[in-house]
């Protein structure tokens, strides 16, 4: 994903504000109307990229990556606030900022239920309807987790298949019409397909042709028939509705989206969606909005300088990111492509509701509040494998909306599905339920039975003895009785937490040598059941080196740290044995060269005597053999190379690095680079003589903490999370976060960086 400055945006802020005040600020909202929107212009919060979800959302993530192990989840904490998000999409703060179409939804879903209608058939929004689709949640599911989608281009999964699967329904996937569009009236032949011309210009700019597809279907049906926007009748074309909206002087939204296009000179289908794609590309996605979702709701602030949220939205349809989402989706089913690495950024939110925001529909007196222990049956067909459907809201007309499905082979309360109903049907053939994950579904009332349960009688666990090597883990498993128990949770304990832990799910680790007890304790009746715990040493079973060779200049120290496993050997002591003294001398563990020549060193184990044996070269250069550059720093007890300003290509590096022996340059992950790569914070420049290493720097560049060459966001956000505790910058790494170089990592640095990446001042070096 790219995320960019919003400096534009500031600029265009500051404009406005010699007309406006900083509260309300005056949008054209593509494919709707104009409208003023309610903004945030001051302390916005930074956005933060993270791979763990809060505890609410992680049923429904852990099922999606069960059923596509190929597909990446990311948590994009906002750092916004849930309600004051809410406040400003909806009505409370404008009328017109979330929208919903009046001909497909119901009372529950409209302002009031009152008809306010702001363009055609779209009226404002009730504020359940818009917290329900504002809520990821809702939407973690098989087809509504493509609103999610990153929008960047991707040769493996998109194809001209997948494109020509989405718009096949539409008159620019026809077999009559795909590769034709209309021009005053006459038919003209183009040399390729949409499908194929899309996928082309979204190449070119680095955007999901599935997204430009959705969003073509989406907002003009792809009708180059009949669509008014883009049949061509009046010599120009407008894909994506840019400037369709209705106007103060009562032209309509059709007339001014025509203009907008004879006044850009779309004169030809290409023109009209290559101005689409850059539109989206250059005022949404690379400002952060690249997700559908973030499309509609503006809360990402990845920079951490946007001037403003909630004002730049593409729409404001509130159901157009669902439903893009379901095209894209069957896109990808068609084209066999569902299966692909898709990378999908999921917004979070602090102070959320406990549980999903419900559907409008369900806001109601229809659900009666309970917690009753329930399962699922359906006796009219016993004998015979049961299949229930739970959905996200109690509407059956939209299998989209299913977000589990349970198979129960057998009769019987005890081998059924346990759930717990929140909320008893009344006048509807809904019941509310919570899944055995923490996930909340409707389901059929006629499927649900109250579950017949007892007191706990007793628990086992399935190991009462148990040997472990220190580091070694188990996981005990608790069998409470009866199978009918009103609760099978346990806690667990250990007598000696030095010997033995255990956590929450019975996972025990070894730590130390010796004995200890783990006892598990049922919530219910306090029954409990005890497993005997003895830790015994590991020994040591190898000892390795990563070379068998190494060389190092006179007067230098070489250290070589040997591998011992296994990682949980008791004694990994070792001595070092040098066969000629008088090359090498073992000074605390460090080997200093101290004359040229080549000798042998053994390190052998103090567990098991294993040895490794390597042969060291003591090379003597000359003055001129390694000439590095005065401008260049070279700190020779760390050999850290610093002086060198961020986006310093290793071509221009090797200028200054003069030698007459094989230099070699990888970043920090040991990945050798190019001439054209960056160096960054933890790269290394590698010496070599007859393809041994002689000499190793390392490169240090203050401010750039993540050793990609540049300062940027990442690096602020990496410095303000050491700060917060949140992460732990280490070795050279916490050097380079340190750029007033004085000892810590503090609240000076990361403003030091932060002024760095707004242009307001430079880091010494």
Known sequence: MIYQSKGKRK???IQLSKILSLILICTILMSSFNSCVAVITTDLPISELKDEFPDSYKPYIETLKKNHPNWVFKAVYTNLDWNLVL???TYETNPAISLINRNDYGDNWFYNGDNIAHDGPYYTASKAAVAYMLDPRNFLTERGIFQFETLSYSANVH????????????????ADYCNKYKYLGEWKTMNETYAEMIVRLSQKYNISPTHVASRIRQENSGDIVNGSLINGDAGV?????????PGSDGNSAVTNGLNTAKNNGWTTPEKSIEAGIDTLVSKYIRYGQDTIYFQKFDVNNPYGNASWLFASQYMTNIAAPSNEAKTAYSGYVNSGMIDSAFEFHIPVYNNMPSIASPSPDAVDSRFEEDNTRVYLDDPSDSGVVDEFWIRSSPNSSDNSNIIQIYYEEKDGQENRTKLIRTGKGINTPWDRVQLPDGRIGYVYSKWVYEYQYSNVTGVSLDKTSIELKSGE??????????????SSDVTWSSSNENIVTVDSDGKIVAKGLGEAIITVTTVNSSKTANCNVKVISTNVESITLDKCEYSVIEGEILTLTPTILPETASNKNYTIHIEDESVLENRDGKLFAQKEGSTFVTFITEDGNKIVKV????IKLNDDDILIDEELNVDHNTNYISNIGPETTVSSLNEKIKTNMEVKYFNKNGIELTNESFVGTG?????????????????????????????SPSDYVKVKNTILGKEN???????????NRDGDISPSDYVKIKNKILGKEDIAQ
């Open 11 to 13: 600029n265009n802020r």
């Open 87 to 89: 406040k400003h999409e």
């Open 159 to 174: 194809t001209v298949e997948s494109v020509q699967k989405i718009l096949a329904s539409t008159p620019m996937g026809s």
């Open 237 to 245: 074309y407008n894909f994506f509705n840019i400037g369709a909206t």
């Open 473 to 486: 883990t188990y996981k005990l498993s608790a069998t409470v009785s009866p199978v009918n128990a009103i």
């Open 615 to 618: 042969q060291v070269n003591v």
């Open 683 to 711: 790269s290394t420049v590698q010496i070599l003589r007859n393809g041994n290493m002689i000499k190793e720097y390392t490169i240090l560049i203050y401010g750039d903490v993540n050793g990609d060459g540049n300062i």
């Open 729 to 739: 910058l280490e070795n050279i790494f916490k050097v380079a976060g340190d750029v």
